[in-house]
């Protein structure tokens, strides 16, 4: 039976702010009021019948969360555990929320003031992967590394730093146009533009992405196909066993599944990957082809 969460989130800090911060924060409050309405008014909602890992039935009241006018509900399959958000966006109004919505303040545009902050995160996110990588037994110079969902692109900067090939691709114009400015091979897209691609990858990273994809089956068919025979996935989503005091940032209209890493390997091995190592950040490796009986560390090189 799948555990309630995401339930008694309290509000936060009691620490004294600045006029300018307090009106900062109440135009940030105005803004996702307006957003939260538009989204429940203007925009079309479907429930989950089906879970999207097991096709399960069962789907029970797990958690919910209110973010301005909207409330979100989860719901947790009673089979293989995962949380589905639902009701949640259609597919055509997910792409449209996409477009105008999400990471609204990106339409400030491509300044350095904005860009660059986000850039160095990567960047240390990046020497976070690479140590997990490491661990493992990935060497990673020489690699050709491609990252769905690149944002910016401070990840491929730490991994070009290290002698890697580096490309991605995110849905993002603005932040492909700052990862480009700064000498990435980035395009806007997302991994479509890896089928038929004859440049196959060793190193295929997704950085809290496959929370966000509508047919994870279909998506993990194409990144399958774009690895090299000896190639490494990479796969960082938010996990339920370690969401306790991230409850808030979790749940999100985004995130339309939430994994614990027995879920995410499921999913994964049905999808024609073998599952090398994982823990529940969730951070978990992957190789191509089902799983063996070697060592995991047989399986990365």
């Not at 620490?15 to 900062?24: D, E, K």
């Amino acid at each position: 039976m799948a555990q309630r969460w995401g339930e008694g989130e309290a509000a936060c800090s009691s620490r004294p702010r600045s006029s300018g911060a307090l009106l900062r924060a109440a135009k940030l409050r105005v803004e996702n009021l307006a957003q939260s309405l538009r989204l429940r008014t203007t925009y079309t909602w479907q429930e989950v019948k089906r879970c999207p890992l097991c096709a399960g039935t069962v789907l029970l009241p797990s958690a919910s969360y209110r973010q301005g006018l909207l409330g979100l509900r989860f719901q947790a399959c009673q089979e293989c555990g995962l949380v589905v958000q639902s009701p949640r966006l259609t597919s055509g109004s997910l792409a449209r929320y996409y477009r105008r919505e999400y990471r609204a303040s990106l339409k400030r545009g491509v300044d350095a003031a904005h860009c660059e902050p986000l850039f160095q995160r990567g960047i240390r996110r990046g020497t976070y992967i690479a140590g997990f990588l490491e661990e493992h037994g990935v060497t990673l110079s020489g690699k050709q590394v491609y990252e769905v969902g690149c944002a910016y692109g401070g990840i491929l900067a730490y991994f070009q730093s290290r002698g890697c090939r580096v490309r991605g691709c995110d849905v993002s114009a603005v932040a492909v146009a700052y990862g480009r400015s700064r000498g990435l091979d980035l395009a806007v897209g997302s991994v479509e533009l890896l089928q038929g691609s004859r440049q196959q990858v060793d190193l295929l990273i997704l950085s809290h992405v496959l929370e966000h994809i509508e047919e994870p089956h279909a998506f993990l068919e194409t990144v399958r196909h774009a690895l090299a025979s000896a190639g490494v996935l990479y796969v960082e989503v938010p996990g339920l066993a370690a969401a306790k005091d991230r409850r808030r940032q979790f749940l999100q209209l985004g995130h339309l599944m939430h994994f614990r890493l027995d879920n995410l390997r499921r999913l994964l091995e049905s999808a024609g990957f073998s599952f090398v190592a994982g823990n529940e950040v969730v951070q978990a490796l992957f190789r191509v082809g089902r799983s063996s009986a070697g060592k995991p560390e047989d399986a990365v090189g």
